[in-house]
């Protein structure tokens, strides 16, 4: 009465033990009916290059998204937070020891910074102490606006952004934050890589830029935020041209 038992406990043991070797690379197949895409979107069973067209559509018709990490352009390192939409965004910049808040409202761009930021370089300190802690709306002529508003336009930032260098190609699972991610890379990796959400929609979740150029983190897609532009009375116009320090 106790041999069939038996023999079902050893046939079930010597099977676990081929699947493990399977799961090790021995090469075996059909221990496990599990689909490695089930409960995904899919976009985990396309090619690099199908990927990279969804998430690029996927993040150009979300609404919104915050962005945060390090960009290395132009020969410096931002660190940003920032939240965009379509007609502006908000967050904070830092660079070369400084950090300054960036405001965007359509076409109006403002920086707030404390005395220090503006004093910097030697700048006027009296002028630097008015300036302090205020919306300080940038001329669109001003270098400053050229150079900031970049960074508060969700479309052009994300267009430079989302962009893989070299034959693209998909680098495995993963995951980000507790989500499940297929990663796509440009020359192995040295052209940036890209993690995609597996779970809904495959919004971009994680870059790390070609070249050391910095690595950004993705959240809060199609979350909206307010965006207005701040009190008067916390608001200073400086004129055409902001201090040159």
Same mark, same amino acid.
């Given at each position: 009465m106790t041999v069939t038992p038996r023999r079902r406990l050893r046939r079930a043991a010597w099977l676990g033990a081929v699947c493990a070797l399977a799961v090790t690379g021995a090469g075996l197949t059909g221990c496990s009916s599990e689909d490695p895409d089930a409960g995904t979107n899919g976009v985990g069973k396309l090619s690099a290059q199908k990927i990279q067209a969804k998430t690029r559509a996927a993040a150009e018709a979300a609404g919104a998204v915050r962005l945060h990490g390090t960009v290395a352009a132009g $020969?410096? =390192?931002y660190t940003l937070d920032m939240r965009l939409k379509s007609d502006g965004g908000t967050g904070s910049v830092a660079a070369e020891g400084? =950090?300054? $808040?960036?405001?965007?409202? $359509?076409d109006q761009l403002f920086l707030k910074a404390d005395a220090g930021?503006?004093?910097?370089d030697g700048g006027d300190a009296a002028a630097a102490e008015k300036l302090a802690d205020k919306y300080v709306k940038v001329p669109e002529g001003d270098p400053a606006y050229q150079k900031f508003s970049g960074f508060t336009d969700k479309d052009v930032l994300l267009d430079g952004l989302l962009t893989l260098h070299g034959k693209v190609? =998909? &680098?495995g699972r993963h995951e980000r934050a507790g989500v499940r991610t297929v990663r796509i890379t440009g020359d192995k990796g040295s052209g940036g890589s890209l993690d995609v959400s597996l779970e809904g929609t495959p919004y971009p979740l994680r870059l790390t830029r070609a070249g050391s150029a910095g690595t950004l983190s993705f959240? &809060?897609?199609?979350k909206d935020f307010p965006l207005t532009e701040p009190a008067k009375d916390d608001t200073l116009d400086y004129g055409k041209q902001l201090p040159t320090s």
């Open positions: $020969g410096s =390192t400084a =950090t300054f $808040g960036l405001l965007r409202v $359509g930021f503006w004093s910097h190609e =998909t &680098d959240s &809060d897609w199609n």
